[in-house]
């Protein structure tokens, strides 16, 4: 493991160039949940809870949408180490079209439906009122978010990972100052409770994307738009994004509904109120502990995808992968700290009292920051593997196949059957909703050990 972690100076920071951004743009977003999370929980607990669940399903859709911007990020990336420009404009065509498309239906259906939608994720009157109230707001701004990280995503695989820190910091400050403005009537203006918080979303999501038609306009010097090419991608490039961009797109909204899935099972459980309250808390705090495992991941891809389109053997392909790998496990373990210090110094002092939830809820959020020290060791590894080396590398399908198998034929059944059948208590289904990341990551591991995942999928001519 150390010799693979010898690399030169130069590779690590290149790495840091690329990861430090996107971690501070993961931080940001993450930082945004909180902030909704913090100001809407001391409106009180079922406020708290209507947001989770709303934003279960809008989870969904924004990893549907990732997943089409990740499927065309597979051949921005390589394309970006040949610099052929007009075949990135073609592809990012393609990724405006389909998440354009998908976004306003998704949209649409909320907007018109949003107590039935919303009744998927729990039983709960009382949440299903709060989560269909903040959703039927927020609808829109599903489709201006969808477009703007299309475009953030194909300038990070040019190697430009500042811009989308700079967009979604701009957006997470826009949203927490008229969260405090709409949620508490601020500055002469009416407080709006739960709706004034999805006011506030709502128009970030328009800075979000004045920000990136400003700057794709007048200063976008790594991939300025070809218009014909953005317009008319062409049947090869449409083909190719298909047969590649499909599996990206059905691994992620498969692991998006399947994690939704977990959610929709607290939601049914006795003492339901109680556990997704505590469920709201951990995740929000679980996605700032993740950060550094997206990072990493996410500027591994952007690394190892360039050095195909380059050219490079695959033996030194699979070398950067090792090294690239073993760095994960080194970010998973420090990064475990942060759950374990935060159980043990700030749950009680602070953040419980923050959010004013029961004794119950602070027991459950107790035994679910515990398990995260194990979660999040496990979850930096399988990032990488998944989204880093092998969906960087080219070979989607076993990505694909690797992130939803365990899920699916595993841990969502194992849960439901404890939860429904058993009556089990929530520490026992909690624990086998991780099981599936630990057994992604021994199994993961074991399949890159034949390093055969390294796939040039760029054209020499369009």
């Given at each position: 493991?150390?010799?693979?972690?010898r690399?030169?100076?130069?590779?690590?920071?290149?790495?840091?160039?690329l990861?430090?951004?996107?971690i501070?743009?993961?931080?940001?977003?993450?930082?945004?949940g909180?902030?909704?999370?913090?100001?809407?929980?001391?409106?009180g607990?079922n406020?708290?809870?209507?947001?989770?669940?709303a934003?279960?399903?809008?989870?969904?859709?924004?990893?549907?949408?990732?997943?089409i911007?990740?499927?065309?990020?597979?051949?921005?990336?390589?394309y970006?180490?040949?610099?052929?420009?007009?075949?990135?404009?073609?592809?990012?065509?393609?990724?405006?079209?389909?998440?354009?498309?998908v976004s306003?239906?998704?949209?649409?259906?909320?907007?018109?439906?949003?107590?039935?939608i919303?009744?998927f994720?729990?039983?709960?009157?009382?949440?299903?009122?709060?989560?269909?109230?903040?959703?039927?707001?927020?609808?829109?701004?599903?489709v201006?978010?969808?477009?703007?990280?299309?475009?953030?995503?194909?300038?990070?695989?040019?190697?430009?990972?500042?811009?989308?820190?700079?967009?979604?910091?701009?957006?997470m400050?826009?949203?927490?100052?008229?969260?405090?403005?709409?949620?508490?009537?601020?500055?002469?203006?009416?407080?709006?409770g739960l709706?004034g918080?999805?006011?506030?979303?709502?128009?970030?999501?328009?800075?979000?994307?004045?920000?990136?038609?400003?700057?794709a306009?007048?200063?976008?010097?790594?991939?300025?738009?070809?218009?014909?090419?953005?317009?008319?991608?062409?049947?090869?490039?449409?083909?190719?994004?298909?047969?590649?961009?499909?599996?990206?797109v059905?691994?992620?909204?498969?692991?998006?509904?399947?994690?939704?899935?977990?959610?929709?099972?607290?939601?049914h459980?006795?003492?339901?109120?109680?556990?997704?309250?505590?469920?709201?808390?951990?995740?929000?705090?679980?996605?700032?502990?993740?950060?550094?495992?997206?990072g990493?991941?996410?500027?591994?891809?952007?690394?190892?995808?360039?050095?195909?389109?380059e050219?490079?053997s695959?033996?030194?392909?699979?070398?950067?992968?090792?090294?690239?790998?073993?760095?994960?496990?080194?970010?998973?373990?420090?990064?475990?700290l942060?759950?374990?210090?935060?159980?043990?110094?700030?749950?009680?002092?602070?953040?419980?009292?923050?959010?004013?939830?029961?004794?119950?809820?602070?027991?459950?959020?107790h035994?679910?920051?515990?398990f995260?020290?194990?979660?999040?060791?496990?979850?930096?590894?399988?990032?990488?593997?998944?989204?880093?080396?092998?969906?960087?590398?080219?070979?989607?399908?076993?990505?694909?196949?690797?992130?939803?198998?365990?899920?699916?034929?595993?841990?969502?059944?194992?849960?439901?059957i404890?939860?429904?059948?058993?009556?089990?208590?929530?520490?026992?289904?909690?624990?086998?909703?991780?099981?599936?990341?630990v057994?992604?990551?021994?199994?993961?591991?074991?399949?890159l050990?034949?390093?055969?995942?390294?796939r040039?999928?760029?054209?020499?001519?369009?």
């Open positions: 493991m150390l010799k693979t972690l690399r030169p100076s130069g590779e690590y920071k290149a790495l840091l160039a990861m430090i951004p996107i501070l743009q993961n931080l940001a977003s993450s930082s945004l909180l902030a909704d999370t913090l100001m809407v929980g001391i409106l607990q406020e708290l809870g209507g947001l989770n669940q934003n279960t399903v809008f989870f969904v859709l924004q990893l549907f949408t990732f997943g911007q990740s499927g065309g990020s597979v051949l921005i990336g390589q970006w180490g040949k610099r052929d420009i007009g075949a990135i404009n073609r592809v990012m065509g393609m990724s405006f079209y389909l998440s354009f498309a306003m239906i998704a949209a649409t259906a909320i907007f018109l439906f949003p107590e039935q919303m009744s994720t729990t039983n709960d009157p009382a949440l299903i009122d709060c989560a269909a109230r903040y959703s039927r707001i927020v609808a829109y701004s599903f201006l978010n969808s477009l703007s990280m299309v475009y953030v995503g194909a300038q990070r695989n040019a190697e430009n990972s500042g811009l989308g820190m700079a967009v979604l910091i701009t957006s400050a826009t949203n927490v100052f008229l969260n405090w403005v709409l949620i508490f009537g601020k500055l002469g203006a009416p407080a709006m709706e918080a999805a006011v506030a979303t709502f128009i970030s999501r328009v800075v979000e994307i004045v920000m990136v038609a400003v700057y306009i007048f200063f976008d010097r790594k991939i300025p738009f070809m218009v014909k090419k953005l317009l008319c991608p062409g049947k090869v490039i449409a083909a190719d994004y298909i047969r590649y961009a499909t599996p990206v059905i691994n992620e909204t498969l692991w998006s509904f399947g994690y939704s899935m977990y959610a929709v099972v607290f939601g459980m006795h003492g339901a109120a109680d556990i997704v309250a505590a469920y709201s808390v951990i995740g929000s705090l679980e996605r700032i502990m993740l950060v550094f495992c997206n990493v991941g996410t500027a591994a891809a952007v690394i190892i995808s360039r050095d195909i389109g050219g490079r695959r033996e030194d392909v699979v070398a950067t992968g090792n090294w690239l790998l073993n760095l994960s496990l080194i970010t998973g373990l420090f990064t475990a942060l759950p374990f210090a935060t159980e043990r110094l700030l749950l009680d002092s602070l953040i419980f009292k923050v959010f004013e939830v029961t004794p119950a809820a602070m027991e459950i959020g035994m679910m920051m515990l995260t020290v194990i979660k999040v060791i496990v979850k930096t590894y399988n990032y990488m593997v998944i989204v880093g080396v092998l969906r960087g590398g080219g070979n989607v399908k076993m990505a694909a196949v690797l992130d939803i198998i365990f899920m699916y034929l595993w841990s969502i059944p194992a849960c439901m404890a939860a429904f059948v058993f009556n089990a208590p929530i520490t026992v289904v909690f624990l086998l909703s991780m099981s599936e990341d057994i992604k990551a021994i199994v993961g591991g074991l399949l050990r034949r390093g055969d995942w390294v040039n999928l760029t054209r020499d001519e369009l």
